[in-house]
């Protein structure tokens, strides 16, 4: 009867079941168009959840191929659909046809909601008829509304902690509260976070938090062990990245010795459709996340990538806790989030203080040079744990690529005669010394040894190295000056004493001066005097050649030689030489 207007609440059920069956439609269009949606749409609905019955028979379809690891594509669902005779149920090939261009527009979490919520308003009606109908009826018995409500209060309980987990009670049990070791904490893989902890790592630029945090927690996901920890039983990890691209993270992972079958209990979400996770649809989509990984500790790279707000708001960062973070803590999730420090690097992570309240440690890796990290936890709300990890990052390469399994980090050890801080003035000046760089050398050639080393530092660190070095060197010389180099490795310096003892001058030809001493007096004149009747020094003041029995110079006898250079036997110029 196309000429009979409906009355207006016919007309809005009209519309709202259009509007319904629209919601449906996205659900399966995006299903055979973004097959990697259909994971987040099956957490939230159930083939029960559509209202057309063809809907239900194509969604069924679809996750069949799925599950076979089928093509979820328009032509392979009516293929499957002729296959199992239950095309014409799903409305034909025209019908399918027509529901593929339904596409969510990558908000498949939005449409997969429309359709749940509308399927519990049908169930919570169906039900209120039902309790309806059972408490009136002639031979009903007393209670019996009440029993099919209960019924229905069951099972969407176990509905919806089948899907979000059992819902803890906010208020505290005190028998199992007191029965409970709160001080008996048991530290994960690595020993620098406590299950049900929140932690923030923060570094530098470059500084290598991505390099570390990742080979962490593939350990703990593979169960091997790190930074001197003992191996533990794998544990589910969820590592969700917006920071690095697909060929930087396959190349870490293989130098760090993964592979695809050696990735244990690792899930990794690379560049994540999700809401800013200040937002409660953000904390939401990370949570569904974390129950279809079914993980324990999840790791956010880099924070700052997840949210919408400004950073340097404290708002934004109570937004965080409210919307992500607290529902992480009440699910007793251990997590991590990677951080930049600030320009001021002395003030800790940049952006609002606000950031750092709400975690249980703050820790701050900081590169040396030359391999060497810091890890230095700089706010600690329990104290439990080591507080500071000395680290040397290790890495092989082949050319340009990095060796497979060839990068770790360990925890640096030294001899423990040696007290210098690794990665500090003192450190890099024992390793320059190692490396052969000349005491005296300038700017220009330690900068170059530094490159060598592959350590790191600026022109003014570079500066105030060289000093020292200098230093040291003038006040070695001042204590054992040698002027004359060795000639070949492994032979005694000619200016050397025969007895191997050090001479005491300070210059070559000049005595050993102190302050407040008269200077030096001149080396003796030849034998015989100078004419002017000056008397001859006896052969107790002057040395003498033991050979020919002339004096020798000052000079030459304290250089610890007893001969003139043409009497030595050595030289072949002694008068018996021939």
Known sequence: MENVRPFPHQQADRDGLEEQLDAERFVLGTAMNQAHDIRTMRAAIQGSSFQRPAHEVI???????????DST????????????KELRRAGGINYITTVNDY???GDADHWAGKVREAAELREEANIGRLIVQRATAPDAEPGAGIAVYEDFARRRREREEQQTGTAASPFLDWNSFFATDFGKVELLPGRILAPGQQIAVVGEGKAGKSLLVQEWLWRMATGQPFLGDRAHAPIPVLYVDAENGHADIQARLISYGAGPDRMGLLTYASFPPIRPLDTPGGGQDLMRLVEQSGAEVICLDTVSRFISGPENDADTWLALYRSTLLPLKRAGKSSIRLDHLGKDSERGARGSSAKTQDVDHVWELRSQGGGALTLKRTYTRTGIGPDHFAIVRMAQQDGDTYRPGGTRHTLMTWDTEDTTTPGSDDDIIRR???HGVPAGAGNRIVRDALAELKI????????????ARKAAAERSAERFRDPLP?????????????????????????????????????????EGGNGEGTPEQTPEQTPLCTICERPLTTDWANRGYDTHLGCDPRTGSHPDAA
């Open 73 to 84: 594509h328009y032509t392979a669902v009516i293929a499957e659909l002729d296959r199992n």
């Open 486 to 526: 060795e000639t070949f490795p492994g032979t005694r310096s000619r200016n050397a004493s025969r007895d191997s003892k050090a001479t005491a001058q300070t210059f070559p030809g000049t005595r050993a001066e102190t302050p407040g001493t008269p200077p030096v007096p001149p080396d003796s004149p030849p």
């Open 456 to 467: 790191s530092a600026g022109n003014d660190r570079i500066a105030k190295i060289v000093r």
């Open 59 to 69: 969604w069924s379809t679809i996750l069949t191929l799925v599950d076979r690891g």
């Open 432 to 434: 320059l010394d190692a």
């Open 103 to 105: 596409v969510g527009g």
